[in-house]
């Protein structure tokens, strides 16, 4: 069975610009999680999307948004990026039953330059 | 309080021996217990969940939670080089599904 899927695996982008990340989850799972996680540092929850919907939403600001689609892909935007956005970026999924069993992603590693 | 603590480390053992990795919580109402193990430069892998109090067994792994004093800790036995990463305790506060983690704890084994 197919694992969670990221893409792209490698991103390199200037201040300002803005970028989309993708993510695909396990089948069967209907919740998709994003977290990032800067070099050396932990993982910091972004969003929390189940069923289409954003369900929860850590403590980022607003430039960080993302939307999940009818086949529980899921998407994540940063627009205006700064140089500190620079990290890897999780997704994880789990099933609606076991909601809290996340399993992660490779994860995109973006750049800011 | 942090939510989820957790010993940054380097936590070093020589191969063979056991390596005790430790983590606690301040929420009283949390239900469900993880650890994950990450290598460098890679995404956090599910070792062992845990859900009652007491230890649970998972071939060189064992975890064992301790509600009451608000503990779970995560034992290697029989440590392996491979076994060198970073290890991630994540905590369900209960609830309308929250799950934090900790800041892990990077382990050495010592060949």
């Known amino acids: 069975e197919a694992g969670v899927t990221q893409s792209p695996t490698h991103l390199i982008k200037t201040r300002g610009q803005q970028v989309t990340l993708r993510c695909s989850p396990i089948?069967?799972?209907?919740?998709v999680y994003w977290y990032q996680q800067a070099l050396g540092l932990g993982l910091q929850f972004l969003l929390w999307y189940d069923e289409g919907e954003e369900r929860n939403r850590g403590n980022f600001p607003p430039r960080f948004s993302g939307r999940q689609f009818p086949n529980y892909s899921s998407e994540l935007n940063v627009n205006a990026l700064e140089l500190e956005d620079s990290a890897l970026y999780l997704c994880?999924?789990?099933?609606?039953?076991?909601?809290?069993?996340?399993?992660f992603g490779p994860g995109t590693r973006l750049t800011v330059l | 309080q942090k939510e989820v603590e957790q010993n940054s480390g380097p936590l070093s053992v020589p191969e063979g021996a056991i390596a005790s990795l430790n983590c606690t919580y301040s929420d009283r109402g949390s239900q469900s217990f993880f650890w994950y193990r990450q290598y460098s430069g890679k995404s956090p892998e599910l070792i062992m969940s845990?859900?009652?109090?007491g230890d649970k067994e998972d071939g060189r792994f064992t975890a064992q939670l301790n509600k009451a004093s608000q503990y779970v800790s995560l034992l290697i036995r029989d440590s392996q080089p491979s076994d060198s990463a970073t290890y991630l305790c994540a905590v369900n506060s209960g609830g309308y599904q929250k799950v934090t983690f900790g800041t892990g704890t990077k382990l050495q084994v010592i060949p």
């Open positions: 994880a999924s789990s099933f609606r039953q076991a909601r809290d069993t996340q399993y």
């Open positions: 089948s069967g799972h209907t919740s």
């Open positions: 845990i859900y009652s109090n």
